[in-house]
């Protein structure tokens, strides 16, 4: 897999490898919504509104309520709030998967787009009638964040899973916004997990002996869990590993977006040989795609290139509305379900349900 990370090679687009960084020229395009803006204005932490301007493909009545919203300045998680109605998906009621389909979402890098797929694909297979359950286990607790989870340290959360041999259903919370989709949160406490696991044995199958406690157990098991992983190889990403059937890998439409993939598919072949047999590398998802750059259009070629069988169809573009949603504690998919990356996120979760999942090993299934 050596050859995956060819892609972006100095010689062949490094101009266009820094187009981030500097002012891009406008230029009208039909993939590209006008909610779009560089990355510099996307992301602005602490509940600030952000400065784009209306979605294109937005109707009054969501554009108006949005002015409203703005004038009333900027939204705490902490703000009362009405659940908002998402609108069913296309594609929507979603078949259901046979068995409970687990999906770990990794990357080694950060700020790939982990977080933000995890929880808007679990919003969008929501919104299309599936149960959907999100285990946070990033001790940012940024999944947790975009739901609306509270994850003050001590709130009771994964950590009290791995550590303490709590069993999941007692940290699974309700997603306030979504009905359907359930969220077992991560506080700053996992930060320590790490270490505190060392000593523990079997510590890389101790989130799988949870997640299968609690399928075993629960009245109505979720048709998807989607586990979102912190930016590294350690033992919570391998706990992870071992409790995914599928992994899902988030792939940045930028010059260094496969550096590193082979390290990624190397320990997940390390899984798959020691831990967790029937892993599959089932789906990478393009994220950040900007239609105004070469460069973003290269990386998909090459992508799919490397990974035909894997790579979703949909792409979701850079979008201010994707990044602004967790800061007010929503998922696009209900903060802006008429936005360009919304609607991104809802055929890839349409893409998701309608593939067949790998076959599982009878013995290791859930
Ligand atoms: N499609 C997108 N458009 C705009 N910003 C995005 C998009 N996807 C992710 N982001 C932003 O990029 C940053 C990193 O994303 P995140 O999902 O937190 O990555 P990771 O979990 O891999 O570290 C966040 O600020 C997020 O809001
Ligand atoms: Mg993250």
Not at 10 to 34: C, K, L, N, W, Y
Not at 111 to 135: D, E, H, P, Q, Y
Not at 275 to 288: A, K
């Amino acid at each position: 897999m050596d050859e995956a990370t060819g892609v972006g090679d100095p010689g062949d687009g490094r101009s266009a490898a820094f187009v981030h960084d500097t002012v891009i020229p406008e230029q009208a395009s039909p993939e590209r919504g006008e909610d779009e803006t560089p990355p510099d204005v996307a992301g602005t932490p602490g509940g600030q509104l952000h400065t784009g301007s209306a979605d294109a493909a937005t109707p009054d009545a969501v554009t108006g309520a949005r002015a409203a919203e703005e004038a009333a300045g900027p939204v705490t998680n902490e703000a009362p709030r009405e659940r908002p109605s998402i609108p069913p998906p296309p594609g929507a009621p979603f078949p259901r998967p046979e068995r409970t389909r687990i999906f770990t979402i990794a990357n080694q890098k950060g700020g790939v787009g982990k977080t933000t797929t995890a929880v808007n694909l679990a919003a969008a297979l929501a919104a299309g009638g599936s149960r959907v359950l999100v285990i946070d286990t990033d001790p940012q607790g940024n999944a947790s964040t975009a739901l609306g989870i509270d994850h003050r340290a001590g709130v009771p959360s994964v950590y009290d899973v791995l550590v303490e041999d709590a069993p999941l259903a007692e940290v699974v919370h309700d997603c306030p916004d979504v009905p359907g989709l359930t969220c077992v949160p991560a506080t700053i406490d996992l930060a320590g997990a790490e270490i505190e696991l060392v000593s523990f044995v079997a510590r890389e199958m101790r989130l799988q002996r949870a997640v299968r406690a609690y399928l075993e157990t629960v009245a109505e098991a979720p048709d998807y869990i989607l586990i979102d992983c912190p930016p590294s190889l350690g033992l919570l990403t391998i706990n992870a590993f071992v409790a995914g059937h599928e992994v899902l890998i988030p792939i940045q439409c930028e010059y260094y977006a496969l550096e590193g993939l082979s390290m990624l598919l190397r320990n997940i072949e390390m899984i798959q040989r020691h831990l967790n047999p029937d892993l599959r590398l089932s789906t990478i998802l393009l994220t950040m795609y900007d239609a105004r750059t070469r460069l973003s259009s290269q990386v998909v070629d090459e992508v799919r290139n490397h990974f035909p069988d894997q790579v979703l169809r949909a792409t979701v573009p850079r979008s201010v509305r994707v990044s602004e949603a967790p800061s007010h504690g929503q998922t696009v998919i209900s903060y802006d379900p008429a936005s360009t990356g919304a609607l991104a996120y809802c055929r890839a979760a349409a893409e998701l349900a309608t593939r067949p999942a790998p076959a599982v090993n009878e013995r290791n299934a859930q």
